[in-house]
């Protein structure tokens, strides 16, 4: 049954109280940080940075700001009191709200704002950063979060002018936010309407056949109208994978702009095209055919270099692309197959700059794996409570609110005790736990999709040297540098030095110290002993204290020269400044915190282990999958592999056991080479099992 608004809005404030007590938090950050990394995930913004602006005098105020790479700014202001019952937002209130917000950004451009503030406060930073780039901003989204609902009054907010810069208002209320949860996409899907927008639809050519299970289109794509989409849009045409793909990477591939700059009507030609998915099309009829005049959820799942690159050229170079077209191949699969399909249709299209599915997919054996253990290891009760309970690892966006949709409300509380919401982490979280002990803080600094796509780059390439390194040990490891990694961010907001800023960046590198500290000493962190007690001890928070003190003092005070304190964060020089002060650092730690460190040589007999079992297992798993294909379906795999000389003698002679099954059995190392054959068989497109299963996984 579908919560009321109010219902919603009592879940939603209970979340954010035990997020903001789990975290150490105030309630107005944990309430931007939430909402943000909603929409960061359902890619309506490419990232979220705290900035909690608010001068005594009033007038002006900013909660959060984002720059992406193409000229926009993402200004974020909250409407939030800790209100303890539903209330509305009128259009009163909402044009007083923004106003603020437009008066902070003028200040910035026009006023100098940033020479009256003091270089610590925590408004500096971000007005220094739009004076400095002023002529490269092209767009402003002004974008407030309620925790209100918005008035029946306000219908549409039209876009404006801020300080020369054109400007469009976004308002995300209790409703939106609970419209967007409880779509089975966690995203608002994008509504175009070509013959509003650009006066006519694309023209278009049908390439399904009317018994296909879904629709498919070719369509000649003028560049015009695809680079305007994207400035009005940005990534939000980008399925997500290759949204993150692409931020790892240059925006301009220089091969399409020499081609648009010299060659324009050979473009057609040259480029490979775009492949897209859309939920749904509405067709017309005209002179010439068939046109497209309406797509809801287009979503570009190769060739978004492509469309970025259109952008770009007509931006930066003034370009005339109005004789530009480019090829575009649309898949319309309903929302009920899109968590599957496109995935799939993303990894088979990207095949030139790959985007490859060890890196980026929910479904990927690495994800998969994790998901399996934190719905299998029970935490160790904490002390005082007989209770144990799960970390709850979200493979997939939204799996937390999904598993509790169908749960009667006592099923609903039996899940929360055993799954408690600060206990549920996502990929970006794990990401980030990951990387700061890892060598990598300035990756965590750049924001959680651009650090989830250099993860998942190193995770997928470790994967496939060694899968059985990802075992029972690295769960509970991960959850432990989760468990420190939330420490700190407490620890952070309690210090006396802490103002309001740089949180974010001061946990990432204070982490890093001392996992540097520990590696230079051949030892580690004791993060089994963390899983066993499920908290940080004392010793470690006094030194979690003192360290980030130390890393405070520093990132305030950057070189001659930069002014910009976040921006410092992200260098590679920050890092290594840091790092040079380890060893006056390793010197003010306390003998009690070295006490408590295991060597690497311990630690590796725990590592070892898990790494035998992880063995055993995925042996006992291989064996499981071989039983479920039948004997003479092993004799037709062998016959036909056999015909194009794609056996092996090892791989035929084990084969030959498997056309036995079930008189005799083969044994688990046997069956990892008959799922590598099986999977070759799959890729010649010979059908397993009475279907094609040439694209399966």
């Not at 939030?80 to 009163?92: G, N």
């Not at 408004?123 to 004076?131: E, K, N």
Request: some cysteine; glycine content about 6%; proline content about 3%.
């Amino acid at each position: 049954m579908e919560q009321t608004s109010e219902e919603f809005f009592h879940d939603f404030r209970q979340e954010l109280l035990a997020g903001a007590e789990a975290d150490g938090n105030f309630q107005l950050s944990e309430f931007m940080e939430t909402v943000a990394n909603e929409l960061v995930e359902t890619g309506f913004t490419e990232g979220f940075e705290l900035c909690d602006y608010r001068p005594p005098q009033g007038g002006m105020r900013v909660d959060g700001f984002w720059f992406n790479d193409e000229g926009v700014l993402d200004l974020f202001i909250a409407d939030f009191d800790s209100r303890d019952a539903l209330a509305s937002l009128s259009k009163t209130e909402v044009g007083a709200v923004f106003k603020r917000l437009t008066n902070f950004f003028e200040a910035s451009v026009n006023k100098g704002l940033a020479d009256k503030l003091e270089v610590t406060s925590p408004g500096y930073g971000l007005a220094r950063q739009i004076s400095d780039r002023k002529d490269t901003i092209r767009h402003l989204n002004l974008i407030l979060f309620s925790e209100r609902a918005l008035s029946e009054k306000i219908q549409e907010l039209p876009d404006m002018e801020v300080a020369g810069v054109s400007a469009t208002r976004h308002i995300w209320d209790i409703s939106r936010l609970q419209r967007q949860r409880s779509s089975r996409s966690h995203k608002e899907p994008l509504d175009l309407d070509f013959a509003q927008m650009f006066g006519k639809g694309i023209a278009c050519l049908p390439a399904h056949l009317g018994t296909d299970a879904y629709q498919s289109y070719l369509m000649v794509m003028p560049a015009e109208i695809l680079a305007t989409l994207y400035e009005k849009f940005g990534s939000r045409l980008l399925e997500q994978n290759v949204r993150t793909f692409l931020q790892a990477r240059g925006n301009v591939n220089q091969g399409i702009r020499t081609t648009i700059l010299n060659e324009p009507g050979m473009f057609f030609a040259y480029n490979n095209g775009i492949t897209a998915t859309a939920q749904c099309v509405e067709i017309g009829t005209t002179d010439t055919g068939l046109a497209i005049t309406r797509i809801v959820d287009l979503q570009i799942v190769n060739g978004g270099q492509t469309t970025a690159s259109l952008f770009h050229t007509r931006k930066r170079d003034k370009a005339d692309i109005s004789q530009v077209f480019v090829q575009l191949k649309l898949s319309v699969i309903d929302s009920q197959q899109s968590e599957t399909v496109v995935p799939k249709i993303s990894e088979y299209a990207n095949t030139q700059n790959r985007v490859n599915a060890a890196d980026f997919f929910s479904n990927h054996p690495f994800h998969v794996r994790m998901e399996g253990f934190s719905r299998r290891l029970w935490a160790p009760a904490q002390k005082g409570s007989q209770r144990e309970t799960r970390w709850f690892y979200e493979r997939a966006r939204g799996q937390y609110v999904d598993a509790q949709s169908k749960l009667t409300p006592a099923e609903q509380r039996r899940f929360k005790a055993e799954h408690p919401k600060p206990q549920m982490f996502t990929k970006t979280d794990l990401a980030k736990f990951e990387n700061v002990w890892d060598d990598h803080p300035r990756w965590v600094n750049l924001g959680s999709q651009k650090n989830f796509a250099r993860y998942a780059a190193r995770i997928g390439n470790e994967w496939e040297k060694s899968s059985d390194a990802f075992n029972e040990f690295y769960f509970k490891r991960a959850v432990a540098r989760g468990l420190v990694f939330r420490a700190t961010e407490r620890i952070v907001s309690a210090q006396p030095w802490y103002n309001g800023g740089y949180r974010a960046n001061i946990v990432a590198y204070s982490l890093a110290v001392l996992g540097s500290i520990t590696k230079s000493r051949k030892e580690s962190i004791n993060f089994l002993g963390i899983w066993n007690a499920q908290k940080v001890d004392t010793v470690l928070e006094g030194a979690i204290a003192l360290v980030s003190g130390v890393v405070n003092d520093d990132i305030i005070n950057p070189p001659h020269g930069i002014s910009n304190i976040s921006e410092w964060c992200k260098r590679e020089a920050c890092w290594t400044r840091i790092q040079a002060r380890s060893g006056e650092v390793e010197k003010l730690l306390p003998p009690e915190f070295y006490d408590r460190l295991l060597t690497l040589d311990d630690q590796g007999v725990e590592i070892r282990s898990a790494r035998q079992v992880q063995k055993v297992d995925d042996g006992i798993e291989a064996q499981r999958q071989v039983l479920t294909v039948p004997a003479s379906e092993w004799a037709r795999i062998h016959q036909a592999l056999l015909k194009k000389n794609l056996l092996t003698p090892k791989e035929e002679g084990v084969l030959k056991i498997a056309m036995q099954i079930p008189a005799k059995l083969p044994t688990e190392k046997q069956c990892v080479v008959l799922l590598v054959v099986l999977e070759r068989g799959r890729a010649e497109g010979i059908r397993i099992g009475g279907t094609d299963n040439s694209h399966s996984e």
